[in-house]
C-alpha cells in the first residue's frame, strides 16, 4: 500500500507562524503574505492577494487550489468536448473508455475530473500505461474525495513515468472536463546562490544575480540581465544552486536558456537533485543543438524527498547561464498536515491523512467536521458529517463539543448534565439547579422559573413569599394577586385593610367585601354607607328611613310632608295653594322672557341681513360670531368643543388696537382669572377643551377690546379663524376656507363669503367650496350658547352635525 499524503491550497488567510507581520501581499502578480506565490488567473489578471484565489478563473495552464497547479497538456482523439475547457459538454458516446494522451510523459499524482451528475462523482476508474509500455494498468491504490458535488479528485501517485491514461467505470457516461495534474512550482523565490556572478563597470546590483532564476520570468521579451543569470568567465566551470525551505516530492525540472545570444552556453549541463547530504539524482544533458527550454523527468520517479537543486556547465568558456528554473511536484508534508506550506491540519476520520493539494479526505471527516476540506462544524452541530444537532437546551450560543455533542457552555436554566438532557431534580430550579424552591410552596415549583405550583395557607406571589394580610379571615388569600378570599367582620377592600362604616347596623358592622357597602344601617341613617342622616321629622322612633332612598318608613311628624318629610305643611289658610300659585306665576314669566329674548335676537339678524353690508367690511361692534350684533357691553360666548365648528372673529371698532393673545400672556385684559382687572374688563380662562376664540374684554372700551386664543398670538387687521384637526392647529385668513370638525372623516368649513348674505358653516368632502359660491350648502340648524354671569344676551352659532 502506497503512503498517501495530501492536502489543499484553500487558504482564507496564511495562518503559519512566520508570516504574522505582513498578511498580504503588496506586489502584483503575486500573492501570500511574503509574496512567494504567483499568481495565475485568466487575462493575467491580479489574484486575490491573501489567498490566491482568482475572480476571473484560472489561467488556462493551470487550475486547482489558487490556480497554483500546472495542467498536463493532452489529446483524445475524437473527444472534443473533454478538451475544450468548457464543463457544459460532456460525453455522449456511452461507457466506452476515454483515453487521453499527454503532450509531455510525466509520473502522475492526481487527477481532477468533472461529472454532470453527482451519483457518478466516484464511479471512475483511473488507469495508466508507461511510457514505452503497451497496456494499461489499472490504479490500484486510487483514492478519490470530493471537491464539490460535479468534482472529483482522483489520487493515483506513479513511479513510472506515464504517457497515456484510459478513465473506465460508469461515471464515464457523465464525464465533461479533465485535468491531469503536472504539480506546482515549488522553486519560487527559494534561496539560491551561485559560483560566481559576471558584472561591467556600472552594472546594477541585479544584473545576472543568483536570485533572478526564480523571479517568475523566463527571459522571453526582457533585458537577459535583469531576469537571468551569469557566471564569471575567468572564475572555475560556473553552477547555480536552489536550496529548499522544506523537502519536496518533485516530478520533473525545467530550465530556461538565455534567448538573445550564447544560447549554446547550456548544451551539456548537468543537474543534480539531492536530499543532503547523500541521496541524489543525476542528469546529464545528452548535447546536441540548444533549446529553448529543457525538461528534465527523472524516470522512474525520484524515490526520495529533495531539498536541494544543483546546475554545473559544462561549456568550455566556464560560463552558466539561467533564466528560469522551475521545480514541479509537492511539497512533502509530514502526516495530519497540508496547504502551501503544510501549515494547516487534516480532520480525516481515524485520523488518515488528507490529500495536500486540497484537504480532501478519502475516507470521510472526523466526527466534528465536514466539507471538501473537513472544516469544524458550524455552532449547534456535531457528530460525523455534522449532521447532527446540539440539545437545544444548551447554554450560551447553544454550541456543544464537535464529536460528543456535549455542552460547551453548561445548560439553560432548568437542566442539567453533560448533554443538559436532564431537568431539575424536584425542589431545585433555575442554571445549574442550585437554587431551592421556596419553602412555602406547596408543591415543587417550576424547575426552570422556581414558580411554585401552589403556595402554602396564608402566602401568596409567584415564589409564595409575600404574606396575605393579616386582616383576611383565617389569613388565606388569592395566590396570584394577594387579594383576601373573605375579610373578618367589620373590614373590607383588596386586602380588608378598610373598615366597615359604624352605622352598618349588626353586631360585626357587616357590609360588602369589596365595595364597603353596609349590608343594612343603623336607625336614623341611611345610604351605601350608612352615612346620610334621617330626616328629624320622620315619624316614629329613632327617625327610621328606607335604607337606599332615606325616604321615611312611618310617614312623616305632623306639621311636614314630602317623601323625606323635609317640607312644612301649610298653616290651613290656604297659604299653600297660594305659594304654589306663585312658583308657577314665575316659571310662566321666566319663559316669557327668554321667549322674548329669543325673539329680539332674531329681529337683530333679520335687521343686518337688510342693511346690506358686506362681508369683508369692518364690523360697527366687535364680537366673536359673524352672524351676531352685540350691543355695548355684551359678551358672546365661546363655542364649545362640542359644537365642533369654527368661531370667526372680525375686526373692532378700532382695528390697531385689536389684539389677539395667548391664555397667558396679555398686555392688557386677558384670560388668566389669576390677574387683576380694571373696571369694564372681564376674565375667564379660555381652556384647551373649548377649543375656540373667546372674547375677553367689554367693548365699551375699544382700546381694551382683547380677543385670546389657547395656541396662538396675532396681532393686526388680518383676522382669523382657527380650524382644528387631530394633527395640526392652522388659522386661516377669513377669506379662505378652514376646517373646523376635529377627527371627523367629512370637514365642516366656515367660507368667508364676498356677498350679502351671512356667513354659513359647511359640510365638504373632497372639494373646497370657492368664492362664487357655486355649489350647494346643506341646511345649517342653530343652538344658542347661554351668556356668562353678568351678560344679558348669548349668540347663535351656526353650525352642522
Given at each position: ?39 495565475h ?11 490566491g484565489?482568482?475572480s ?9 487550489s ?5 495542467k ?17 459538454t ?87 472536463s ?110 546536441g543543438s540548444?533549446?529553448i ?26 560560463i552558466?547561464?539561467?533564466c ?73 450560543d447553544?454550541?456543544c ?9 453548561g ?37 426552570i ?10 402566602f ?11 386582616d ?38 357587616a ?25 328629624v ?6 327617625n ?70 358686506t362681508?369683508?367690511e ?29 368661531q ?7 382695528p ?8 397667558n ?10 390677574a ?31 380677543y ?39 370637514a ?17 368632502t ?21 351668556p ?7 349668540t ?6
Amino acid at each position: 500500500m502506497v503512503s498517501v499524503k495530501f492536502c489543499i491550497l484553500f487558504i482564507t488567510t496564511l495562518s503559519c507562524t512566520s508570516c504574522l507581520a505582513q498578511t498580504t501581499c503588496g506586489t502584483n502578480g503575486w500573492f501570500g503574505a511574503t509574496c512567494r506565490y504567483m499568481c495565475h488567473c485568466r487575462g493575467n489578471t491580479q489574484c486575490d492577494r491573501a489567498d490566491g484565489s482568482c475572480s476571473s478563473g484560472c489561467h488556462d495552464d493551470w487550475f486547482g487550489s489558487a490556480c497554483q497547479y500546472s495542467k498536463i497538456a493532452f489529446t483524445a482523439t475524437g473527444l472534443s468536448w473533454l478538451t475544450d475547457n468548457d464543463a457544459a459538454t460532456c460525453n455522449n458516446e456511452g461507457t466506452q473508455p476515454v483515453n487521453a494522451t499527454l503532450s509531455t510523459p510525466v509520473p502522475i499524482t492526481w487527477i481532477r475530473a468533472v461529472v454532470n451528475d453527482s451519483a457518478y462523482l466516484h464511479e471512475i476508474q483511473l488507469n495508466y500505461e508507461a511510457k514505452g509500455g503497451s497496456t494499461f494498468e489499472a490504479c490500484t491504490s486510487q483514492l478519490t474525495a470530493a471537491v464539490d458535488d460535479k468534482t472529483v479528485d482522483i489520487f493515483c501517485p506513479t513511479t513510472d513515468v506515464v504517457s497515456q491514461i484510459s478513465l473506465t467505470g460508469a461515471g464515464v457516461a457523465r464525464l465533461c472536463s479533465l485535468y491531469i495534474s503536472g504539480g506546482r512550482n515549488l522553486a519560487l523565490k527559494q534561496t539560491t546562490q551561485q559560483s560566481s556572478r559576471f558584472s561591467t563597470d556600472g552594472s546594477p546590483p541585479t544584473s545576472w544575480v543568483a536570485q533572478n532564476a526564480l523571479d517568475g520570468k523566463t527571459g522571453v521579451g526582457v533585458e537577459s540581465r535583469t531576469t537571468c543569470t551569469h557566471t564569471d568567465p575567468q572564475s572555475p566551470p560556473g553552477s547555480w544552486t536552489v536550496k529548499f525551505l522544506k523537502n519536496l516530492d518533485v516530478n520533473r525540472i525545467l530550465l530556461y536558456n538565455r534567448q538573445d545570444c550564447c544560447s549554446q552556453r547550456l548544451v551539456n549541463f548537468q543537474l543534480t537533485a539531492l536530499l543532503a547530504p547523500n541521496d541524489r539524482f543525476v542528469y546529464n544533458e545528452p548535447g546536441g543543438s540548444p533549446k529553448i527550454i529543457y525538461t528534465v523527468v527523472p524516470s522512474p520517479k525520484i524515490s526520495f524527498p529533495v531539498n536541494e537543486v544543483n546546475v554545473l556547465t559544462r561549456s568550455s568558456d566556464n560560463i552558466l547561464t539561467l533564466c528560469e528554473v522551475v521545480v514541479f511536484g509537492e511539497n512533502s508534508c509530514q502526516d495530519g498536515q497540508y496547504g502551501l506550506d503544510c501549515e494547516r491540519q487534516c480532520n480525516c476520520r481515524n485520523q488518515t491523512n488528507c490529500f495536500i493539494h486540497s484537504g480532501g479526505c478519502p475516507f470521510g471527516c472526523e466526527p466534528g467536521y465536514a466539507g471538501v476540506d473537513c472544516m469544524e462544524c458550524q455552532v449547534g452541530r456535531y457528530g460525523d458529517d455534522c449532521s447532527r444537532i446540539c440539545n437545544d437546551t444548551c447554554g450560551g450560543d447553544n454550541s456543544c463539543d464537535r464529536l460528543s455533542g456535549a455542552c460547551s457552555l453548561g445548560c439553560d436554566p432548568g437542566y442539567t448534565g453533560a448533554f443538559c438532557e436532564t431537568m431539575c431534580p424536584d425542589g431545585t430550579y433555575g442554571a445549574g439547579c442550585i437554587s431551592a424552591c421556596s419553602q412555602t410552596c406547596a408543591t415543587s415549583c417550576d424547575y426552570i422559573s422556581g414558580v411554585c405550583g401552589a403556595c402554602s395557607s396564608g402566602f401568596f406571589g409567584f415564589r409564595c413569599q409575600s404574606e396575605c394580610s393579616t386582616d383576611c379571615s383565617a389569613q388565606t388569600c388569592n395566590q396570584i394577586t394577594g387579594a383576601c378570599d373573605s375579610c373578618e367582620p367589620g373590614f373590607y377592600g383588596h386586602v380588608c385593610s378598610e373598615q366597615c362604616s359604624s352605622n352598618c347596623s349588626g353586631s360585626d358592622s357587616a357590609c360588602n367585601r369589596i365595595t364597603g357597602a353596609c349590608e343594612s344601617c343603623e336607625l336614623g341613617v341611611y345610604g351605601a354607607t350608612c352615612s346620610k342622616l334621617c330626616s328629624v321629622n320622620c315619624a316614629g322612633s329613632g327617625n327610621s328611613c328606607d335604607q337606599e332612598e332615606g325616604t321615611c318608613d312611618e310617614g312623616c311628624d305632623e306639621g311636614y310632608i314630602g317623601e323625606r318629610c323635609d317640607v312644612p305643611e301649610s298653616d290651613g289658610s290656604g297659604g299653600s295653594t297660594e305659594k304654589s300659585w306663585g312658583i308657577a306665576a314665575t316659571v310662566v314669566a321666566v319663559v316669557i322672557l327668554i321667549l322674548a329674548v329669543v325673539v329680539v335676537v332674531v329681529l337683530l339678524i333679520r335687521l343686518r341681513k337688510a342693511s346690506g353690508s358686506t362681508r369683508n367690511e369692518p364690523s360697527d361692534k366687535g364680537h366673536a360670531n359673524p352672524g351676531a350684533e352685540l350691543g355695548s357691553g355684551e359678551y358672546s360666548s365661546p363655542v364649545t368643543a362640542e359644537a365642533q365648528t369654527t368661531q370667526k372673529v372680525v375686526k373692532n371698532d378700532v382695528p390697531v388696537d385689536t389684539r389677539y393673545c395667548k391664555m397667558n400672556e396679555s398686555p392688557q385684559g386677558h384670560a388668566n382669572p389669576e390677574a387683576e382687572l380694571e373696571s369694564g374688563e372681564y376674565s375667564s380662562p379660555v381652556t384647551a377643551e373649548a377649543q375656540t376664540t373667546q372674547k375677553v374684554a367689554e367693548n365699551d372700551a375699544p382700546d381694551d377690546t382683547i380677543y385670546c386664543t389657547t395656541n396662538e398670538s396675532l396681532q393686526g387687521t388680518n383676522l382669523y379663524e382657527k380650524a382644528i384637526t387631530n394633527q395640526s392647529n392652522d388659522y386661516m385668513d377669513a377669506s379662505t376656507l378652514a376646517m373646523a370638525t376635529p377627527g371627523s372623516e367629512t370637514a365642516l368649513y366656515d367660507k368667508a363669503e364676498n356677498d350679502s348674505e351671512p356667513p354659513e358653516y359647511y359640510e365638504m368632502t373632497s372639494t373646497m367650496v370657492n368664492e362664487t359660491n357655486t355649489t350647494p350648502k346643506p341646511s345649517p340648524r342653530t343652538v344658542t350658547a347661554s351668556p356668562p354671569p353678568g351678560h344679558s344676551s348669548g349668540t347663535v352659532y351656526s353650525f352642522l352635525d
